[in-house]
């Protein structure tokens, strides 16, 4: 049954997870997007209530999440790990709140939209109180595809290859490439806690735990999803998820064969135009997207459009995104933007 309680111009809005990065990130962009909220609250583990979090110029003292975190409260947007979602979810519908979930727990529910708002806003019409926010490099490689989807009538099969940052498996995950990195200079013995494998100075070709069919669970996710984004099973999608030693953007190296022909000026052209995309391509001049230069932006990058020639109707391109903005708080915040009354 779709939600059908009326979202009020100011809205109570809760961050659960409100001391992790991505929770620390969606109060920030709640901020520099002057999110119209009439209050905002942070929430997270006994642990943490009662420690500070910082938010428009002042601070926020974080509240123990409970059942009752939600009573009074109109959007909840969850940075937590998804055994936490699942234990909430209940509390926060029966509240009367929305829960924006940036776990994979709701994810390929079919009640639940998967929504990224450049590419299916629409989406949002059916959710029944809980919303989820895409795996990060779906989210990535979708806002380039929607463009190209819609100006070659159709996708028919994509191989992408993502070369993902720290930032993806937490801050721990980041305080170990720094770590590791230090270490490795100093011929130390490497800590080897947050990855399977060194970080520092390697890259990790595993992203989540391995399937039966050899494909990690990462992968899988950026099959699933992107059928279930565009409401199109016939999409074939062929990734390799891959760890590399950077902070917080991740990249994506994509060829995609489109239903008609679309050349790169016609690719450009559609990219240019496409809300969420920046295009950076003049490799001439060494014009392009790079992981190290773009951290803190919120736009997916877009460089090196080019004619994939092995295929028919073929096109190749590389992509930068910061993880943690786009691929997490930001989306999760135009998710709640787009419930907004008109």
């Known amino acids: 049954m779709a939600w059908n309680k009326e979202m009020p111009a100011n809205p109570v809005v809760a961050v659960a997870g409100a001391t992790g990065v991505v929770g620390r990130e969606m109060l920030k962009v709640l901020e520099q997007r002057d999110f119209p909220a009439s209050k905002v609250k942070a929430l997270a583990s006994a642990r943490s209530a009662g420690s500070k979090v910082p938010f428009k110029n002042a601070e926020l003292t974080v509240e123990e999440m409970t059942p009752t975190s939600f009573e009074g409260v109109d959007i909840a947007l969850f940075a937590c790990g998804g055994s936490t979602s699942e234990e909430f ?12 979930d940036n776990s994979s ?28 926010n895409p795996n ?53 013995e490497l800590t080897i806690e947050a990855f399977s494998d060194q970080i520092a100075f390697n890259v990790i070709p595993h992203i989540d735990v391995f399937r039966e069919d050899d494909y990690t669970k990462e992968e899988w996710k950026m099959v699933a999803e992107t059928k279930k984004i565009f409401g199109d099973e016939s999409i074939q999608v062929a990734p390799t998820a891959v760890r590399i030693p950077v902070l917080r953007c991740h990249a994506e190296s994509v060829n995609v064969q489109l239903e008609k022909s679309v050349t790169p000026e016609e690719a450009r052209a559609a990219f240019e135009k496409a809300v969420g ?20 932006t919120d736009d997916v990058y877009v460089g090196r459009v080019r004619n994939d020639p092995t295929v028919e109707n073929g096109l190749a391109f590389w992509l930068v995104m910061d993880q943690i903005r786009k691929g997490a708080a930001l989306n999760a915040v135009q998710i709640a933007e787009a419930l907004l009354p008109a």
């Not at 979810?89 to 829960?99: E, I, P, S």
Request: include cysteine; charged fraction near 20%.
């Open 105 to 132: 727990a709701f994810r390929m529910e079919p009640d639940v939209p998967l929504v990224v708002p450049e590419v299916n806003a629409k989406d949002l019409e059916w959710h029944s109180g809980v919303i989820a």
């Open 136 to 188: 990060c490099s779906t989210i990535e490689m979708v806002v380039a595809l929607k463009p190209l989807y819609d100006l070659g009538g159709g996708i028919k099969r994509v191989v992408v290859s993502t070369y993902q940052a720290a930032s993806g498996a937490g801050m721990k995950a980041m305080n170990e490439l720094f770590e590791q990195t230090r270490q490795f200079l100093n011929e130390e």
């Open 89 to 100: 979810r209940q509390a926060v519908v029966d509240a009367g709140c929305v829960m924006i």
């Open 277 to 296: 995309v920046t295009v950076m391509d003049d490799p001439a001049n060494n014009v392009y997207p790079m992981p190290g230069l773009l951290q803190g």
